[in-house]
């Protein structure tokens, strides 16, 4: 360095004059002069003809001469040896500062080496890692639009941009969904990006950078896709792009995370809910209304429904929102129709009701499992199926409506829909109806079904007896027989009249009105349905013991043996349609459920008759409307000249 030599050349002059200075002072006689030499000699002679005493101090003299010259020759010597000191330390502290300096520039080039190789690195994982995610080749010889855009990455981790990881990953997913075109195909892109994004997140070994590009790539995935159902890169067809994918064979392994986060994401705006599930509720009522039980392609309509009904988001389920809101949730459009038919077929709820195996309204159900021979273990066989299928519907149906009863702001529209159902079906417990007057046999029993499993965790204690005659009662009894047939309605309204001014009624739970129903569920559906499948066995043995009659006459006709074997083919499809008859009816699980409901009326009823005197009263009261020598007369302080189906209507048809 320029500073070392330097440094080293001033001590070389430094020596070299203290070297001239000494050889100065210890010249040799040779290089005198002549007259010097004289002058020297001719002050010896002089100096040795002087005194003794002179010789003294002359000696003296040139001692002290000699002691002043060594001085000051020491002194030189000092002062020279000094500056060498300084001189050396100079050089050497400048040496270290030089060497210093050059280890403090290597050690900055290296330094920017390594940051420079950690940035290329981490570039390069992301990039991996988004690449993986998002399905897209970084090594391919001609970019794509999405890969040119990846690429940009470096510049964002360097800092050398304005823009951000989740704008380049925007971007290229942007540019991968319009190069896709069909909104089928992007709703697959997306939904198996974030299924990705969900199997990446689990890896333990990723880094803080890599979860967040993770957790990037999931949000926009959700944004991307409420983006495609709101038809904003192009319009979509029939039903929901996304309905068809969760429909499809490639949904099974599709997490509830996904809709759970699709959810989220339009629940805060409720024109983006409606229009992104709205069109799913629609899709999955017009499935339903199309299957049968004769194929499996009921099943999976009915697990997307229960499973969107389920998702909470906070408090609320905004799928439950969308159902009740729907304008179909209960059909009164005003045709020519009975309001009980349309709600059976034109209503939210209904379709997933329907799908029943009787024969009236499946007939493919009759002709795939009782088309062949009939024998007891293809019949075995058969109804077990059916059976298990019908154990799906009803679990999936009673899920369903158990989550909109669990939504504090849809439960009472409901509830609505459940008295809708009740009520239209009045005439069902009648002697005799038309059968396009109410709803099918099989919509009824499974209505029943649902409503069973809802009645299981009711508490017979906390059931209202007086809720009959409850001013806000959901039910309608009007109609029905009465006891003491002979009280008019003018002592009926008095008579509630007595029970609002005395208080008597309590506040209507949720318990009353779904024992309530559950009861009235049971009269105008379990039983007429028994009567009808009566109605079907004797007929059955009527037609039966005509054909055996028929055969033991000896009759020759051809025309004869022509009638008896169309009597046979009519038995034998009457006998198909009671098979599947009985594999709905009786059914030991359902009958099981039946027999348990009834025995928590039976509690109910003997509570009412045994823990209040005043309970007792009207029992006895309602019962001595009928039975000789037990009337007790009189008003007293209940009353029972209502006459509506003894204790306080309860049981209905029992």
């Not at 490639?250 to 959810?263: E, I, K, R």
């Not at 829909?417 to 009648?430: D, G």
């Not at 209505?447 to 809720?467: E, G, H, I, T, W």
């Not at 059955?540 to 043996?561: C, S």
């Amino acid at each position: 360095s320029h500073n070392v030599s330097g440094a080293g050349s001033d001590a070389l002059a430094k020596v070299r004059l203290h070297k001239g200075l000494v050889r100065t002072r210890g010249v040799k006689m040779s290089e005198l002069s002549p007259d010097e030499l004289r002058r020297r000699r001719l002050a010896r002679l002089s100096g040795q003809t002087a005194s003794p005493k002179q010789e003294e101090k002359r000696q003296d003299t040139e001692e002290m001469s000699q002691s002043e010259s060594k001085s000051s020759e020491e002194t030189e010597m000092a002062s020279i040896s000094e500056s060498m000191e300084v001189t050396m330390d100079t050089t050497e502290v400048g040496s270290q500062e030089s060497v210093q300096s050059l280890e403090s520039t290597d050690l900055s080039g290296s330094q920017r080496a390594e940051d420079e190789k950690k940035v290329v690195n981490h570039t390069n994982v992301i990039m991996t890692c988004l690449s993986r995610l998002l399905s897209i080749d970084i090594k391919a010889h001609s970019p794509s639009p999405e890969v040119t855009c990846l690429l940009s990455l470096t510049e964002v981790t360097q800092g050398e941009s304005d823009i951000g990881v989740d704008d380049v990953v925007g971007q290229v997913m942007m540019e991968r969904l319009v190069a896709l075109e069909t909104p089928d195909l992007m709703i697959r892109y997306l939904v198996e990006s974030y299924e990705r994004s969900c199997v990446e997140e689990r890896k333990r070994s990723l880094s803080v950078e890599q979860r967040d590009c993770v957790q990037v790539v999931r949000v926009l995935c959700i944004s991307h896709t409420t983006l495609v159902l709101q038809q904003a890169f192009s319009p979509c067809e029939g039903e929901s792009p996304l309905l068809r994918y969760l429909l499809s064979t490639q949904a099974t392994t599709l997490s509830t995370n996904f809709l759970v986060d699709l959810m989220a994401e339009c629940s805060g705006l409720s024109d983006c809910l409606h229009q992104v599930f709205g069109s799913i509720a629609d899709g999955l009522v017009n499935r339903l209304k199309n299957a049968s039980l004769v194929d499996e392609q009921f099943r999976q309509p009915l697990v997307v429904l229960a499973q969107l009904a389920e998702i909470k988001i906070g408090s609320s389920r905004p799928f439950c929102q969308v159902l009740v809101k729907h304008k179909s949730f209960i059909p009164l459009d005003g045709s020519t129709m009975s309001q009980a038919r349309q709600v059976q077929q034109n209503s939210i709820l209904g379709p997933m009701m329907a799908l029943t195996a009787f024969p009236d309204e499946s007939p493919a159900v009759v002709e795939h499992f009782f088309s062949g021979d009939i024998t007891p273990e293809t019949v075995g066989l058969s109804h077990t199926s059916l059976q298990n299928s019908l154990h799906f519907i009803r679990s999936q149906a009673y899920s369903v409506v158990h989550s909109l009863l669990l939504e504090k702001q849809t439960r009472s529209i409901v509830m609505d829909f459940l008295q809708t159902v009740v009520n239209s079906n009045r005439q069902r417990a009648h002697m005799t109806y038309r059968m396009k007057d109410v709803s099918d046999d099989g919509f009824i029993v499974n209505f029943l079904s649902v409503m069973q499993q809802l009645a299981v965790r009711v508490k017979v204690n906390q059931v209202d007896p007086l809720y009959l005659h409850h001013p806000k009662c959901r039910l309608d009894v009007s109609q029905e027989s009465r006891l003491h047939s002979s009280a008019s309605s003018k002592e009926l309204h008095e008579w509630k009249s007595f029970l609002c001014e005395q208080n008597k009624f309590q506040d209507i739970k949720f318990s009353t009105e779904c024992f309530y129903m559950t009861m009235a569920a049971h009269h105008v559906g379990l039983m007429p349905a028994v009567k009808f499948y009566e109605s079907r066995v004797k007929k059955i043995k009527q037609l039966a013991h005509f054909i055996g009659e028929m055969e033991n006459a000896e009759n020759a006709d051809p025309q004869h043996q022509l009638m008896i074997n169309n009597h046979k083919t009519r038995l034998k499809s009457l006998t198909a349609n009671r098979l599947c008859m009985e594999a709905s009816l009786l059914d030991k699980t359902f009958l099981s459920s039946c027999l348990q409901f009834y025995s928590s009326a039976s509690q109910w009823m003997v509570a009412i008759i045994s823990t209040s005197p005043h309970r007792f009263v009207l029992f006895a009261k309602c019962v001595g409307c009928c039975v000789d020598g037990w009337h007790l007369g009189g008003w007293g302080y209940v009353g029972c000249w209502n006459g509506v189906n003894c204790l306080s209507g309860c049981l209905l048809a029992l």
